[in-house]
């Protein structure tokens, strides 16, 4: 065992792995990679995934169960690929003899392209560092070689001369093989240099029986269709035959779920859940699912694992019209656009014009692990990521800024709201339009929903809210539904929104359109607030009223601001209100 060849950190760290309590066996991985060895046309592999996905201990797993200095029969014989995989029986026992054969079989070359790099000045200097390691493990493995004689500051050269010497190949494991380029530590020369030496080692040498890569930034089009064209790339936009081993699977996480006893599976779902594979099943992070389970705790664990920065810096390209997606997003909405792979090209060649293109955009997002994409539309896949970005809008040079303070006011405004503090209701809305609107700024009806969307963004913890939902004879703007465990007692919320009118016209509308309608057969029990807001866009002011009903439409209070009484008494108002006691609703004749 040594520093490059059957590396001895790789070993120790399976070791840990595979002695943790919420172990999850991969190593089924290895019996699709033993059909690849020494296979000319498939036995390149490179996988990316986003940070925290398992990447690191896959490639330990294969330094643990291919390297010859390395004794893992023990443990490996206790995992699912000493059993094979495949249903047909034939095919079964195939995999279970290369199992035996290929165990130990190879010297691996473990490479992590990330590690000390930064104290290095040049990228020479660099690889000169990793060709002496190998030095150090060649006089350890073959004190007497030939190949020290006459030892080359040329590492491909030095594994050639080893390998006619020995007649024995090589797997080669690189990890963080984009490290170099996307943290941009040498110069654009220097990074064409470093593909130019991964080509060199790589591809057509005969002293490789087998290639595994892995990193976060795919290798992307142009380099795999020149430079780097020996590998088959599996990425998170391209990935039919290896998802199922980055990540865990759903009944992965079920499993662990019955180890744990503490957290259930739904506890662990909404808040690690949501990335999909090509034919839509769910993957979960594995780095925040196991510190989960290990703390028995619930929270992000995300930022833990590096910094948000990058996507605030992402949301604050100047794009258009990516902002409002962004905002879509956290609002759990998905966004249609058709992608392909980001990779290193894109970070080292693209253009000023280029860079700001929205699917180049999105690209990056999906294979940094921000956004999910699936059946041609990308999302937000869970409660953790969700957190991630609406802490990126808390940036007081962004206009984005104005949202965030929405959203972090949301839960007081949903307690006035119940309260029928209609006074701080406006209060809240108003403060948030001093900050974000002025005079004269145009906002029509669907930029206001988006203000009370965020107004009550965490109303969703309690509420199934729905939107231009059809109930009754009409759509209603907003309804609040109480989830499955409040939802007998808990109140209804119909909000009706209109600008340059009044807030008793939009009570008006709900009431003509019966948005209530049928709430009673749905089994929903409580109160029911219904909710007019206006705009008065003259006078930038909010103006509410609230109406509260039992489920049985009887009438139990009506609160109305200060600006919707005054709008009421002023004499070119008269006509409306009185067209509005006129139309007064016999609570008899609703059909609930």
Known sequence: ??????????????????????????????????????????????????????????????????????????????????????????????????????????????????????????????????????????????????????????????????????????????????????????????????IEFLKYLIKDNSFLAFAYMTGITPIAKKLSQSTLNCFREYTMLNDKKYFEYFGFTEEEVNKLCSKNKKLTFKDLESWYNGYKSYDGKKIFNTWSVIHALNSNIIENYWSQSGSFNELKRMINYDIVGVKEDILELINGNEIEIQLENYGVEDIRKVSEEEEHVKEIFYSKMVTFGYLTYYDGKISIPNEELKEEFIKALNDKKSDMQYFYDMIKNSDEMLEVTLHKNVKRM????????????????????????????????????????????????????????????????GEIIIIELKVNSTAKEAIKQIHQKKYYNGLKKKGYYGNILLIGINYDQKKVKYSCVIEEYDINMKKLSTSESEAERKRRNEPESDGIYKRLRSSVVNPKKINL
């Not at 290095?120 to 006089?139: G, H, P, Q, R, Y």
């Not at 948030?432 to 029509?444: C, F, Q, T, Y």
């Not at 729905?466 to 499955?484: N, T, W, Y």
């Open 1 to 194: 065992m040594g520093l490059v060849i059957d590396n001895i950190d790789m070993r120790e760290k399976f070791k840990g792995i595979f002695r943790q309590k919420y172990f999850v066996d991969k190593s089924n991985i290895i019996n699709d990679f033993n059909k690849l060895i020494e296979d000319e046309s498939s036995k390149y592999v490179c996988i990316t995934k986003p940070r925290r996905f398992g990447k690191t201990s896959i490639a330990a797993m294969l330094v643990m169960y291919y390297s010859k200095s390395i004794d893992s029969k023990e443990i490996f014989d206790k995992l699912k690929v000493s059993k094979g995989k495949s249903s047909d029986i034939k095919e079964k026992e195939n995999e279970i003899k290369q199992y035996k054969e290929y165990q130990g079989k190879y010297h691996t070359i473990y490479l992590d392209l990330s590690k000390n790099v930064f104290s290095f000045e040049t990228l020479d200097a660099f690889i000169s560092s990793i060709n002496m390691e190998l030095k150090t493990d060649i006089e350890e493995l073959y004190p007497n070689s030939k190949v020290l004689n006459a030892y080359k500051d040329n590492i491909v050269y030095n594994l050639k001369k080893l390998y006619l010497e020995t007649d024995k190949k090589f797997i080669l494991v690189i990890d963080e093989w984009d490290y170099i380029i996307t943290n941009k530590k040498f110069t654009d020369d220097e990074c064409d240099d470093y």
């Open 426 to 489: 406006c209060e809240i809305l108003d403060k948030s339009h001093m900050e974000k609107i002025s005079p004269g700024d145009r906002l029509d009806h669907g930029n206001l929903k988006r203000v009370i969307d965020y107004s009550y963004f965490n109303a969703r913890a309690k509420y199934d809210i729905k939107e231009e939902s059809p109930d009754g004879h009409g759509r209603a703007d907003v309804i609040f539904l109480p989830k499955e465990k409040n939802k007998v007692n």
